[in-house]
């Protein structure tokens, strides 16, 4: 991202990571950025900005800890687990430096492991809770058997939404960096961008990122492409690792009815099935997932405030927030869709 111009000035992300070496040898990280917006963090601060200005402080710069426009859990606080909270707490205390070096507000831990968050809380830093839709595989042998585990209804309407793509003469090809070829990128590169240009405002990504992707990391891309009448018309992209498959964007140039479940979603279960990998994470927000086999999961964060003023109050706000979330997680589970055992 940094190399191809994904981040930096022009889009509020300026790199600052942290690293701790011994003897001439890497033993600890943290991916950092000073943030002059709150664009692509997924773990929303609004009220909190809204909150300084009235009180006539500045909330940036602030530091976050987290990748760049991906709301999925992973290691932030990196070292070896033998030596986890003795290096965990070098880089927490070279961040707290860093804050005062540069007058920031904050620091902002996103979607740090479980470990890391526990660390951080002992640290006094305060703790949001937020959710996510995710798919678990049950240890399914193809997707009829995870539709069968659905209630009659959601099952019959997601095999009419696919039904619809098929209808329509659409072809859908799944693609890893090895396989996708180089017109496979460009078209990608334009659904991504089209979608940016009419709805989110500015694409971030860009065809060098796509492509130097597919080739430093082929095995862990899944770019799932739509072909109709010997044209490509949309597309979706997403990670895997060994156990998860996280959904990240999708555009499009021709709307088909259901396509984009079918591109987003169900192409990412049955290729969770076919290879054996135990999550889907597909993004933040979105409660149509649940009708679609995913069901609400707590995600968390870590956050440090420079300024004793607004502590207490947004401690209050954290744990309302706490408090709303857990309830809004009981409510959607009441609406899962699979059958009862």
Not at 109 to 115: K, V, Y
Not at 170 to 195: C, E, I, M, P
Request: charged share 25%; hydrophobic share 35%.
């Amino acid at each position: 991202m940094e190399k191809h111009g994904c981040v930096g000035d022009q889009f509020g992300w300026l790199p600052l990571h942290i690293s701790v070496h011994e003897n001439g040898r890497l033993i600890g990280a943290m991916p950092l950025y000073e943030k002059t917006n709150s664009y692509g963090e997924f773990v929303f601060d609004h009220a909190w900005e809204g909150a300084y200005e009235r009180n006539g402080l500045n909330y940036y710069p602030k530091l976050v800890s987290a990748i760049p426009y991906t709301p999925a859990t992973g290691q932030r606080l990196l070292t070896t687990k033998s030596r986890f909270t003795e290096i965990a707490a070098v880089l927490t205390q070279t961040a707290l430096q860093l804050t005062k070096e540069i007058n920031a507000s904050s620091i902002h831990c996103l979607f740090p492991e479980a470990q890391e968050i526990n660390f951080l809380a002992q640290q006094q830093w305060l703790i949001r809770h937020d959710a996510q839709f995710h798919w678990h595989n049950r240890n399914y042998q193809s997707f009829e058997e995870f539709l069968n585990c659905l209630n009659p209804k959601k099952r019959k309407n997601i095999r009419q939404e696919r039904r619809k793509v098929n209808e329509a003469g659409v072809n859908l090809r799944v693609l890893d960096g090895h396989s996708a070829k180089k017109k496979d990128w460009q078209d990608w590169s334009l659904f991504y961008k089209k979608t940016f240009d009419e709805k989110w405002g500015v694409a971030t990504f860009n065809h060098d990122f796509f492509s130097a992707i597919a080739k430093q990391l082929p095995e862990q891309i899944v770019l799932v492409l739509a072909d109709l009448d010997d044209r490509c018309i949309a597309g979706s992209l997403m990670y895997r690792s060994d156990t998860t498959l996280y959904g990240r964007h999708w555009g499009c140039i021709d709307n088909i009815n259901s396509l984009h479940f079918e591109a987003c979603y169900y192409q990412g279960i049955e290729y969770c099935i076919k290879n054996e990998i135990k999550t889907f994470e597909p993004g933040a927000q979105g409660e149509h997932k649940i009708a679609r086999g995913f069901l609400p999961t707590l995600t968390r964060s870590a956050h440090w405030l420079a300024d004793d003023q607004l502590r207490v109050p947004i401690e209050n706000f954290i744990e309302h927030e706490k408090a709303a979330v857990s309830g809004y997680i009981k409510q959607l589970q009441s609406s899962s869709p699979y059958k009862t055992r």
